[in-house]
């Protein structure tokens, strides 16, 4: 339902010539333009007030949003399974770090206490010439 009144061909005729008698031939034209600035001005509040409210509108969605993604974040199950893998992987390598440096350690000293030299690795030994023994014939 409009607010506005619904204004026909015969309402407008009946108002353009009751504004004709009543103003006068002569200033009827600046009636006019006078009332199509005040029409323009109307539209052109209207136009300010529905941005605004749209504004309005799309702010209000967008902090119900914002508090949405917000609500997820703080209960992302990922994100809470990756934080206790996190947790778990901290001491194995802790432990792996430490293992490692020792072992590091271990073999420098072992390096000092050789001389720092390797051995030579002794020859393999030559293959022969022999061949297998014959199977035993099966008794039957």
Same mark, same amino acid.
């Given at each position: ?58 702010? %209000? ?44 350690? %271990? ?34």
């Amino acid at each position: 339902m409009s607010l506005l009144p619904q204004f026909g061909f015969f309402e407008l005729v009946v108002v353009a010539i009751i504004a004709l008698v009543v103003v006068g031939p002569r200033d009827l034209p600046k009636l006019m333009r006078m009332a199509g600035r005040m029409a323009g001005q109307a539209r052109k509040m209207a136009g300010e007030f529905r941005a605004a409210f749209d504004q309005m509108a799309r702010e %209000a969605d967008m902090e119900e949003m914002r508090q949405e993604i917000e609500s997820l974040k703080r209960n992302n199950p990922v994100a809470d399974a990756k934080r206790s893998i996190e947790d778990a992987v901290k001491p194995v390598e802790k432990m792996v770090r430490e293992e490692s440096n020792e072992m590091r350690d %271990a073999m420098s000293k072992a390096g000092a206490n050789a001389g720092e030299t390797t051995p030579e690795p002794e020859a393999a030994p030559e293959a022969s010439d022999a061949k297998p023994a014959p199977s035993p014939e099966r008794a039957e």
